[in-house]
């Protein structure tokens, strides 16, 4: 089973700051790693799938980079409403497995 | 717009069993393998299962494998999950998620709000 880890656990930034979260495969998964958002009491949302493509109506200051082992969500200037946690996910090899989570707030 | 709307969820006592339903609409339901994800109370994801569009393949996490069954009736656009022997363990909000593609090795794009389980004696 491959295991997904993620740094930072937790992330404290103001508006417009720069958010960078990164994701940590244990074997190549070559591009087959997705984030979502959720939001508290919310189900998860897809923001970037496949590493680096960004999925429908999802605003552009959130992007996607990586292949292989290492993997990063950038969130540029960001809003008060990007407070959520953030998982990834590979579909890469079965079974599919989650990344722990990161918890990013807003101050 | 693509829904997925999981019912069935309740309270249970250990050793019972109990069948989620996830009725889909918005796209063609037949073209489209489906998950199912499970998130314990305060803690993240864990992916349980996940049935190809035409039923021909389902693999299951080894949590659940040998008690869960993932099926779907594509007559009538509805994935189920048949729990059975359930744990304590197994307590959690089941989400039902849609396959960005037939097979295995796609994204998870759209999701429902979720059915609540919960064992306890």
């Known amino acids: 089973e491959i295991v997904l880890t993620q740094s930072p656990d937790f992330h404290s930034v103001t508006p417009e700051e720069t958010v960078t979260i990164t994701c940590r495969a244990s074997?190549?998964?070559?591009?087959?790693l997705h984030w979502y958002q959720q939001k508290p009491n919310q189900s998860p949302n897809l923001l970037i799938k496949?590493?680096?493509q960004s999925f429908s109506g999802v605003p552009s200051r959130f992007s996607g980079s990586g292949s292989g082992t290492d993997f990063t969500l950038t969130i540029n200037t960001v809003e008060p409403e990007d407070a959520a946690t953030y998982y990834c996910?590979?579909?890469?090899?079965?079974?599919?497995?989650f990344g722990p989570g990161t918890k990013v707030e807003i101050k | 717009q693509v829904q997925v709307v999981e019912s069935g969820g309740g309270v249970v006592q250990p050793g019972a069993s109990l069948r989620l339903s996830c009725a889909a609409s918005?796209?063609?339901?037949?073209?489209?393998?489906m998950h199912w994800v499970r998130q314990a109370p305060g803690k993240g994801l864990e992916w349980v299962a996940l049935?190809?569009?035409?039923?021909?393949?389902?693999k299951y996490a080894e949590s659940v494998k040998g008690r869960f069954t993932i099926s779907r009736d594509n007559s009538k656009n509805t994935v189920y999950l048949q729990m059975n022997s359930l744990r304590v363990e197994d307590t959690a909000t089941y989400y039902c998620?849609?396959?960005?593609?037939?097979?295995?090795?796609?994204?998870?794009?759209?999701w429902g709000q979720g059915a609540l389980v919960s064992v306890s004696s």
């Open positions: 998620a849609k396959g960005d593609g037939s097979g295995s090795y796609y994204a998870l794009d759209y």
């Open positions: 918005g796209f063609m339901f037949s073209k489209y393998a």
């Open positions: 049935l190809w569009n035409d039923g021909a393949f389902e």
């Open positions: 074997q190549n998964i070559n591009t087959g």
């Open positions: 496949y590493a680096s």
């Open positions: 996910f590979q579909s890469d090899s079965l079974p599919f497995t």
